[in-house]
């Protein structure tokens, strides 16, 4: 009996031809599915290394930040195109530790894009400071600026060097005393401003006159400095003379009034083709009585009050939203969407005498409608910014411009009642535009000196808005394919076992 299956199971394992061709079928299916899909897994690894070579290379990421964070605007382009001399970029890290550096890695990048656009004129060398210390001692001028990962921009015997700070924007942590949170991008700025300082042919310079307990924010010596500018100090109370090689002078948050001599001296500068700036922090006129008799010989009166608006502002009614005027001097800027802030603000008065003749004077910047003035004296005080009867209505002009026109020279003298404004805060902003306006101002006063602006770019995470249609495309591709070829795979699976 035992047998007798035995020989039956051995009888059912016996199989037909056909059997046979079915199976022998069935396996040749499963060895090219194995083998394609084994082929296809070996050409996803050799796109994706080939990918990945040539993004490194040639830069092909596609950048869907809402603020182009890893894109190079018209202005470095224009830039790079137009190069003068031939700039090395020595950056003192290995080029491996570099690019993988939570900071640096943004830089890196930005380094290859600027030799993709100026290949012949621009070189980029990575040296590793510990194990070229001979490459590196030719530095050695540089020693007190310098540091792993410092970049030294240079072209011929001008150089630049960029750390850490100057390709970050910071503010201080809400959270931690004493510590600072980056909050920007201004790598392209930073880049750019050094490239155009050593290529310039004339180093003009900037004084920040002392004395009078001045002081200036850091981004706005930075921002002379970017442009291609020596940033000095010079008290005329001890000097008695303003350089010969000065092109700015900076009156920075003065407290108190300086003297008829130095007005003398500052006034002969201006008249022989020179520039001034002044920023205001007062809180009244009478602070400093020959300033203003001075400036309002130019045209402009800084009247004695604070300048409010309860709807737009920052915060509160004294950090007053501004905005430009039609002024041809603010061409270049006033398609921008950023927004002016001008914080503790007194409204100017922007008038000459109808007899004067050897002077121009135009508004810059001035508040919104909706703002309105309260007088300021020493006995006076507000319970409220609210407004209230009595008030002025604006607008109101926050900077004003005056141009001498008794020779061909052309001094300019630039008056901002808003001094705070180029606060560091303020400045690295990149939604505020703050930093171009005073840039463009710059430029206005300086036309020869070639300078560029460009905003900081923020580092928060901003969602990715997109349209109805685009919003199908995605379902389509990240949803609907998938879940087709996942149930198509499900029906051959089960077609296939069948056979």
């Known amino acids: 009996m035992f047998n007798k299956q035995k020989k039956q199971t051995e009888k059912t394992l016996v199989l037909t031809p056909e059997q046979k061709a079915q199976r022998r079928k069935k396996l040749r299916r499963v060895s090219v599915s194995a083998g394609s899909l084994a082929v296809t897994l070996v050409a996803v690894i050799l796109v994706n290394l080939i990918a990945t070579s040539l993004t490194d290379k040639f830069d092909l990421n596609l950048d869907l930040t809402s603020n182009q964070l890893y894109q190079i605007s018209d202005d470095t382009k224009s830039a790079l195109s137009d190069l003068k001399g031939s700039v090395t970029i020595t950056v003192l890290a290995d080029e491996d530790d570099f690019k993988k550096d939570t900071y640096y890695d943004t830089v890196y990048k930005l380094l290859n894009k600027y ?6 004129n621009l070189t980029v060398t990575y040296i590793n400071p510990y194990t070229n210390p001979n490459a590196v001692s030719k530095y050695s001028n540089l020693a007190s600026s310098i540091t792993t990962g410092s970049v ?16 970050y924007s910071t503010e201080a942590s809400s959270s931690y005393s004493g510590y600072y ?16 300082s050593v290529t310039s042919e004339e180093t003009p310079g900037m004084y920040v006159l002392q004395g009078h307990n001045e002081s200036i924010s850091t981004s706005l010596s930075t921002l002379f400095t970017s442009a291609g500018y020596t940033a000095n100090t010079l008290n005329l109370t001890e000097e008695k003379k303003i350089p010969d090689d000065a092109s700015v002078l900076v009156l920075s948050l003065p407290q108190t009034d300086y003297t008829e001599d130095e007005i003398n001296l500052i006034d002969a500068f201006v008249k022989n083709g020179g520039d001034l700036m002044v920023f205001d922090s007062t809180s009244s006129p009478t602070d400093l009585p020959v300033l203003y008799s001075y400036l309002k010989e130019w045209g402009i009166t800084v ?57 121009t004077v135009e508004t810059l910047m001035e508040s919104r409608d909706s703002s309105y003035s309260k007088v300021l ?84 995470s901003e969602p990715l808005v997109i349209s109805t249609t685009a919003e199908f495309f995605v379902f389509l591709i990240l949803f609907l394919i998938p879940v087709a070829m996942f149930v198509g795979g499900i029906v051959v699976f089960v077609r296939r076992r069948k056979l």
């Open 303 to 359: 009247n004695s009050d604070m300048v409010l608006d309860s709807k737009y502002n920052i915060d509160e009614a004294t950090d007053v939203l501004a905005q430009l005027t039609d002024s041809d001097a603010n061409s270049d800027i006033s398609d921008s969407d950023q927004t002016l802030v001008a914080p503790s603000a007194k409204s100017l008065t922007a008038q000459l005498p109808d007899s004067t003749t050897d002077r």
């Open 181 to 196: 949170d980056v909050t920007g991008f201004q790598g392209e700025q930073a880049l750019t401003s050094a490239i155009l």
């Open 115 to 120: 030799t993709q656009l100026a290949r012949d």
């Open 152 to 167: 030294i921009v240079s072209c011929g015997d001008n150089t630049r060097v960029l750390n850490t700070s100057d390709f």
């Open 377 to 460: 004296s020493s006995d006076t005080s507000y319970d409220s910014y609210d407004k209230a009867d009595g008030d002025t209505d604006g607008p109101f002009a926050l900077a004003a411009l005056a141009q001498y026109t008794g020779n061909d020279k052309n001094g300019q003298v630039f008056v901002c009642s808003a001094g705070i404004m180029m606060s560091d805060d303020l400045m690295n902003a990149s939604s505020l535009m703050n930093h171009s306006f005073l840039n463009n101002v710059l430029g206005q006063m300086q036309p020869e000196v070639t300078s560029v602006s460009i905003p900081s770019k923020s580092l928060s």
